[in-house]
C-alpha cells in the first residue's frame, strides 16, 4: 500500500518545514521545493497525486507555475495557498485550473482537511489506517505492528520509523530524509543514528529469509517485498 504523493511547493522555509511535517504525519508522502522553477522541474518525475503552491514566490508565482502545469496537459488538482483574501485572486486562480484556494493563516487541520477532500474528487483515497506490505501490517489508529500475525513491540522512534518507511514503501529514503521525517532535523545531525535504528528494526521484524528493509548502497533505505 502507498500513500498519496504530494507536492509541497513554498518559498519560505520554516512553513515548507512545517507543513510537510503536518502532511506526512497525516500519511501523505510529501516532496517539498522551494520554488516554482523547482516544482517544475520535478514535476515529471515525481508525479504528484496532488499539488499544494503557494502563490507568492519569487521566481514564478503560483498562479504562473499552475498556468504552466495545465498547458502541458496535467490534470493534477492543485491546491493554492496565499496570503491574498481578494475575489480577484481567487477568481485568477481558479480559471487558470486550480482546484482550491486556502488563505494564510490557516490550521493544518483545514490544510489535511482540503487535501483529503481534493484527492476524494480526485477518485484518490487517504491511506487506511492498516498499513500493510506482504505480512507486515501496522494499525495506525490502534498504533500496533503485526508480522505473520504476531505481535511487535516497538518504541515511539521504531514505530515512527517504521511507518515513515511504510508510508512511502517501495521508495528509497536517504539519511538526510529519515532524519528530517523521523527525527525533525537536518542533516547536519548524525546519520548513524538512522543506521542503528534500522538494525533495530530489522531484529525486531526478524524473518532474514524474507527481509523487508533493504539497504541501496550510496542512496539510502526502502521498505519492500524482496522480489528476488
Known amino acids: 500500500m502507498t500513500s498519496s504523493t504530494l507536492l509541497l511547493v513554498d518559498d519560505e522555509e520554516h512553513l515548507r ?10 500519511g501523505f508522502g510529501v516532496e517539498a521545493v522551494d520554488s516554482g522553477r523547482a516544482a517544475l522541474d520535478v514535476l515529471p518525475s515525481v508525479r504528484p497525486d496532488l499539488v499544494v503552491l503557494d502563490v507568492m514566490m519569487p521566481d514564478l508565482d503560483g498562479f504562473e507555475v499552475c498556468r504552466r502545469i495545465r498547458s502541458d496537459g496535467s490534470h493534477v488538482p492543485v491546491l493554492f495557498l496565499t496570503a491574498r483574501d481578494t475575489t480577484e485572486d481567487k477568481v485568477r486562480g481558479l480559471t487558470l485550473g486550480g482546484d482550491d484556494y486556502l488563505v494564510k493563516p490557516f490550521s493544518l487541520e483545514e490544510l489535511v482537511a482540503r487535501v483529503e477532500a481534493l484527492l476524494r474528487r480526485a477518485g484518490q483515497s487517504r491511506p487506511d489506517a492498516a498499513m500493510v506490505c506482504g505480512d507486515l501490517e501496522m494499525d495506525d489508529d490502534a498504533h500496533r505492528v ?22 512511502n514503501q517501495g521508495r528509497v ?7 528530517d521525517h523521523v527525527w525533525q532535523y537536518d542533516f547536519g545531525g548524525d546519520g548513524g543514528v538512522v543506521e542503528t535504528y ?9 524473518r532474514d529469509d524474507a527481509p523487508l528493509i533493504h539497504t541501496i548502497r550510496g542512496v539510502g533505505y526502502t521498505l519492500r517485498l524482496d522480489e528476488s
Open 17 to 26: 518545514s512545517m507543513l510537510a511535517a503536518a502532511l506526512r504525519h497525516n
Open 146 to 167: 503485526r508480522r505473520g500475525g504476531v505481535e511487535i513491540n516497538l518504541s515511539p522512534t521504531e514505530y515512527n520509523l517504521l511507518r515513515y518507511l511504510l508510508v
Open 173 to 179: 529514503l536517504s539519511k538526510a530524509q529519515i532524519l
Open 198 to 206: 534500522i538494525g533495530y528494526l530489522r531484529k525486531k521484524l526478524g
